[in-house]
């Protein structure tokens, strides 16, 4: 079967370091933190009481008063997303088919304040069942896609991918996949995630997975450093127009990059410790390389899952020196997730766009916040830590795994 | 206006997001103030909330212009 060329011609980004792809891109170079004290809600009980929330952000400006209320933050962030990436592709909605045009987004917990806030408001109550009735419209993490397809009239296939903090990358690899298949010509993609409220500080908090350092915010998420002792939550949004190569082509439109190669993996181990020997990243990396035809040494530039937990960091490192074996020393590697925080169901779509950025720009984005070597890593290995470095990329490899074991790795490459 | 009327204009005014001017007695909630099937539910819901009563669906239902629902919440709530 021949399978079609899929490019990206079009990314939005709203994060935690930068409200646009412009400043998420200064954000990264310059080694920004977007870690600071919960604004959102009162903090003050919970044992972690800092996040990588949005700043400066006024949704207002961005939707209509009206509609915004019906929207979970989680959708809102989509829709803004969403904006900048379709914007940047000029495309004419005139001028393709809009029953080739999908959604598929990702997002791993979707409405959680809506759920939150609704349920407390019933349990608040006399046993009265009084529920809004933009309840579950709001909540179900599917609306995303439902929204982004009335604001541009995409008919084409539509759904939300769920598997924790793999579902972003999980729904770039699935539109990539309709597209290659000719089943669509274009299609928005990427993941969007708002689980900074007192469920999600709360429920992370009692799985021990958040960092706790509540003194130095800033310095907290600290991949691949000595004291790292958990993830810092993060909330935001990224978008990218994934697009047949010869329809981009035809209509003469920017390329960013090529996607070359998606692999999906299970751990098949725990509910939410990954494998010990990292045996379902090894996989997923392999099964990307071999999809895109590629060897290891083709890989410049790895954006590594890498949340700062002691021992996630540990397996997914165990699985690139599997992977690459001496190429290992000689890419970099780097976890933006020290700036952004982790996005979770955004996580995948906003490291693609940092990758996407790096092949444009020629230069890998840091891992910040390393102060102290941990002796469980390779010390040969370049971690690209604390400052970016200028280096040639041709092609970068994003991984993401989420709980319940899910891994998903993809590739881009410069075209 | 009575506290009543000025009350529900003001949750009319939020939900729908709609000018103040536009909420007259005989504006319907979907024809005149662009609310469809689920806006109008919550809005009940809001009425309720904001007067502390009960509104039975059957009745609920004969509620669809602003006057409607003063007149409603005006003979209701205690």
């Known amino acids: ?415 | 206006m009575s506290d009543i009327a000025q009350r529900v204009k003001a949750i009319i005014v939020d939900k729908l997001g709609v000018e103040e001017s536009e909420v007259v007695a005989e504006a319907s909630f979907t024809n005149d103030l662009g609310a469809d099937s689920l806006d109008t539910v919550e809005l009940i819901m809001e009425f309720e909330k904001e007067f502390n009563i009960s509104i039975p669906d059957d009745q609920a239902e004969q509620i669809g212009t602003v006057g409607q629902a003063i007149s409603y919440l005006e003979a209701n709530v205690k």
């Open chain 1, 1 to 415: 079967m021949n399978l079609k060329r899929v490019v990206v011609t079009g990314i939005g980004a709203l994060t935690p370091i930068g409200n646009n792809v412009e400043e998420y891109w200064q954000g990264l170079t310059n080694g920004v933190s977007g870690a600071a004290p919960i604004t959102k809600f009162d903090a003050s009980l919970f044992k972690t009481q800092f996040a990588c929330e949005l700043k400066n952000f006024d949704i207002e400006s961005h939707i209509d008063k009206k509609e915004a209320r019906k929207m979970d933050p989680f959708t809102q962030y989509a829709m803004i997303a969403t904006d900048e990436a379709m914007l940047d592709s000029g495309l004419d909605l005139e001028k393709i088919n809009l029953n080739r045009a999908g959604v598929i987004w990702g997002s791993g917990i979707g409405g959680l304040k809506t759920f939150q806030d609704e349920v407390m408001y019933f349990a608040q109550g006399d046993g009265t069942p009084r529920f809004n009735p933009f309840f579950i419209p709001k909540m179900i993490a599917d609306i995303s896609t439902g929204y982004i397809s009335i604001k541009y009239g995409f008919k084409g296939p539509n759904f939300v991918t769920v598997s924790a903090c793999a579902s972003g990358t999980n729904a770039i690899i699935d539109a990539f996949n309709y597209i290659r298949l000719g089943k669509m010509d274009v299609t928005i993609c990427g993941g969007s995630e708002a689980a900074v409220t007192q469920a999600g500080i709360g429920g992370f908090n009692a799985m021990k997975a958040l960092s706790q350092r509540n003194d130095s915010p800033e310095t907290a998420s600290r991949p691949f450093d000595k004291d790292r002792e958990g993830f810092v939550l993060g909330e935001g949004a990224g978008a990218l127009i994934l697009e047949e190569y010869e329809h981009a082509k035809a209509r003469g439109a920017k390329i960013y990059a090529e996607v070359v190669g998606g692999g999906m993996s299970a751990d098949a181990h725990h509910i939410t410790a990954p494998h010990p020997e990292g045996e379902g990243a090894t996989n997923v990396m392999k099964s990307a390389l071999e999809d895109a035809n590629m060897k290891p040494e083709d890989i410049d530039y790895i954006n590594v899952h890498g949340t700062s937990t002691p021992l996630g960091d540990i397996s997914e490192v165990k699985a690139i020196q599997k992977v690459f074996g001496d190429h290992a020393y000689k890419l970099n590697i780097s976890s933006t997730k020290s700036m952004t925080g982790h996005l979770l169901g955004a996580a995948g779509a906003i490291e693609a766009i940092a990758g996407i950025l790096a092949i444009k720009h020629q230069e890998v984005p840091p891992t910040i916040n390393h102060f102290t070597d941990d002796e469980e890593f390779d010390n040969k290995l370049n971690f690209t830590f604390n400052k970016p470095q200028k280096r040639a990329v041709n092609a970068i490899l994003s991984n993401t795994f989420g709980f319940g074991g899910h891994n998903c790795s993809i590739i881009l490459k410069k075209i």
